[in-house]
């Protein structure tokens, strides 16, 4: 009996057709990367004046705001990295130098920038002249500095009243804060009594210029500090007669500067005018004929998270703050070609390097998948789908 109730079974199994073929594999035809620029030294004011430390702030080796050596070498790094995924991709050549116009590096105008481009293409295109291409250092780009650049009809009531909705309200958003900022006292040291970052009262006004929006209060106080904090631990540098801080405290406390980008970049209205050129210039480098196969742009933190807003995904990555940017995180839009079905997709994915990598300059990159809502489940979205569905959440150029 037994035998019997097997066969039906197995012969089913002899019956089964064979496999089919594999399908072919989805090729890469273009990468377009948003990524931010290397570790670089404070920028004027960023922990503000005031803030109390248990030791002097430790010396830097370059001017405020610029890429530091190692920062330089850590974006070389990362860019042999990237390479390694380009040429098997078959878009850049394994020997050789790249085609001209086939590999495009643009930066914003500050030396941080442009240093991170220059540095990162000595790493993807070793032995290479390859252009770093930016405006002059008078100009605002509008890829990157949109509202400084009046790229839009940018309206300050309309985004504060929209920055008041996401948020809840800039003081409930301190107060959502309120544990990270006591945390931030504990790191930087410097016991007194009413805190080690100066206090003022949250405000949201209009900047003079009319052309953004000007933030105050616990928020903007904490945010840089944090960044400060997190750049020094990248950097490696020593902070002699301060507490112990390490990683993981600088991703606790790093929800501050996370916080910015809620006033900044992610509120709807924010994130349609702070994306709207580069977001357009990255669905055409995705969609036009003649655009170059791997197009780079070399930006800031407020780029890639306004671009994650664009695309409704969030920004995980080990080492930082939920929404956080790593320096030389990158946003990579990759778009596929289905020979099967003759269907062209995009994928998008957040590639970044831990604090610590960076503080041991190791060459490893944590790639994390970004699904876009609104694609399905595959993590695959049709071309003329994405490129429909992010086209109506920018802002209008003028």
Not at 72 to 88: I, K, Y
Not at 190 to 209: E, F, H, N, V, Y
Not at 265 to 281: D, I, K, N, S
Not at 362 to 376: A, Y
Request: hydrophobic letters at 45%; glycine letters at 8%.
């Amino acid at each position: 009996m037994t035998l019997l109730r097997l066969l039906p079974a197995a012969l089913l199994l002899f019956a089964a057709p064979a496999p089919l073929a594999a399908r072919p594999a989805l090729a890469v035809e273009r990468v377009v990367v948003l990524m931010r620029h290397g570790v670089r030294a404070p920028i004027d004011g960023e922990a503000p004046a005031g803030t109390r430390t248990a030791a002097p702030w430790p010396r830097w080796p370059v001017p405020a705001e610029h890429l530091t050596p190692r920062g330089a070498q850590a974006m070389t790094l990362l860019g042999a990295e990237d390479r390694r995924v380009l040429v098997a991709a078959g878009l850049v050549p394994r020997t050789g130098c790249p085609a001209p116009r086939t590999l495009r590096i643009h930066a914003n105008t500050a030396e941080r920038t442009i240093a991170s481009g220059i540095a990162f293409a000595a790493g993807v295109a070793p032995g290479c002249t390859i252009p770093v291409e930016h405006l002059a250092p008078d100009r605002a780009d509008p890829l990157f500095e949109p509202l400084r650049a009046g790229a839009t009809r940018f309206d300050p009531a309309t985004a504060i009243a929209d920055i008041q909705r996401h948020t809840g309200g800039i003081d409930a958003l301190a107060r959502r804060h309120a544990a990270a900022i006591a945390e931030l006292d504990t790191l930087l040291g410097c016991g007194a009594p009413q805190g080690c970052s100066p206090i003022t009262p949250s405000r949201i006004l209009p900047s003079a210029d009319g052309r953004g929006i000007d933030l105050s209060g616990p928020i903007r106080t904490t945010s840089g500090t944090a960044q400060v904090l997190l750049l020094q631990y990248a950097e490696g540098l020593d902070v002699p007669g301060w507490p112990r801080i390490d990683a993981a405290a600088l991703r606790r406390v790093g929800t501050l500067h996370a916080a910015l980008f809620d006033v900044f970049t992610r509120p709807p209205y924010m994130a349609a005018h702070q994306a709207a050129v580069l977001g357009r210039h990255m669905l055409a480098a995705l969609t036009e004929a003649d655009a170059a196969p791997v197009d780079i742009l070399v930006g800031h933190d407020t780029n890639v998270t306004a671009l994650a807003a664009v695309l409704h995904v969030p920004l995980h990555a080990p080492g930082y703050a939920e929404g956080d940017v790593a320096p030389g995180g990158a946003i990579w839009l990759e778009r596929l070609y289905d020979p099967a079905r003759k269907r062209r997709y995009v994928r998008a994915s957040y590639r970044t390097q831990s604090p610590d990598d960076l503080r041991r300059l190791s060459p490893r990159v944590t790639v994390t998948p970004l699904p876009i809502p609104g694609c399905g489940v595959s993590g695959l979205c049709e071309l003329a789908t994405f490129d429909r569905m992010i086209r109506r959440r920018l802002a209008p150029a003028q």
